[in-house]
């Protein structure tokens, strides 16, 4: 078995949206590459290649895109250009467009789609753009015009806590091909490892030298080295609404089960019901109380002592992203 992510396995299972977790250098946008060039040969169709921001790529990053793939097309002129312009024997084969800029355009000859570093790595830089989903999806629609062009959005094992996860309810795979389908089989997310690439990687100077460390476990064993301890949960029958908070003009509802004592982190909440406390002075508005953080009112310390025992849970991978969010913010 090869020690390369199998693009062809992938798309042997016909989905729409592919999201392909894996480790850093398995082969993920090499076998895109590799088959945009012979789809483009065979069949003239072509591809959209995304990033988030324009800052992602520099203009030397899109006059080689197709270094590494190169060699195993040697009879056929492969160019890339400053702008963004992919070229296979002179014919515009793929374009680079930014998810931060896109305009509505037709690509009536598009036929898939590949969103590179889908998952943020650097949130200090760059970060999930404001509904960011929705922002896909109108560029989706602007390329596909109802035509079915296929995705992979590809991703390094940074967090499982991100956007689209979320809107697509996506759960990690749990079987021995890490692979799992959503959404009526619309929906493919797959966890791209083996044993060969690890072993190989390990085998490396790099390998040697980061083996054991949070950074390897990540780089090559998958291990999403963002993610919390904190617990993912739905709150229970008995959880009762106590408050709400807001941040990045998100609302958080606080559900305590007062039979367990465990407090649970929900997206439900009731507006009429229990204050909604701002985390920043960019979420402040008439409708919430800016939070006063020293000294921590008893409620707050009691949240925080609940999160130190382990009794804090939250409903999906992103309210725990927030939540750990929120601690930082006042002061855990």
Known sequence: MSMWWDLKNTLSYNALFNFVVGSRGCGKTYGFKKWAVEDFLKTGSQFVYIRR??????????????????????????KGTPDGNYYIDGQLAGVTRFLSSAKSEEFPNVNKICFDEFIVMDTVHHNYLNDEVTFFLELYETISRM??????????????????????????????????LFRDNLVLVQIANNDNYIAAKEATDFGRLTKGTDYGNYAVHNDFYSDSMVGVAKKTEKARYSMAFKIHEDIIGVWCDYTTGYIYLSRKYSPGSGV??????????????????????????????????????????????????????VGV
């Not at 991703?155 to 697509?168: I, R």
């Not at 909604?276 to 921590?296: C, E, G, M």
């Open 147 to 180: 035509r079915r062009v296929r995705v992979f959005f590809f991703g390094n094992a940074v967090s499982w806590a991100n956007p689209y996860f979320t809107f697509f309810d996506i759960k990690k795979p749990m079987n021995k091909k890490n692979i799992s």
């Open 276 to 329: 909604i406390y701002a985390l920043t002075n960019d979420d402040h508005d008439y409708n919430t109380v800016l939070l006063k953080r020293t000294p921590k009112p008893p409620w707050l310390r009691y949240i925080i002592n609940i999160y130190r025992l382990g009794g804090l849970f939250c409903e999906d991978e992103m309210i725990r992203k927030s939540m750990l969010e929120i601690l930082k913010i």
């Open 53 to 78: 921001f324009k800052t992602e790529m520099t203009k030397k990053a899109k006059e080689n895109f197709w270094a590494a793939v190169a060699p195993e097309f040697p009879d056929h002129d492969l």
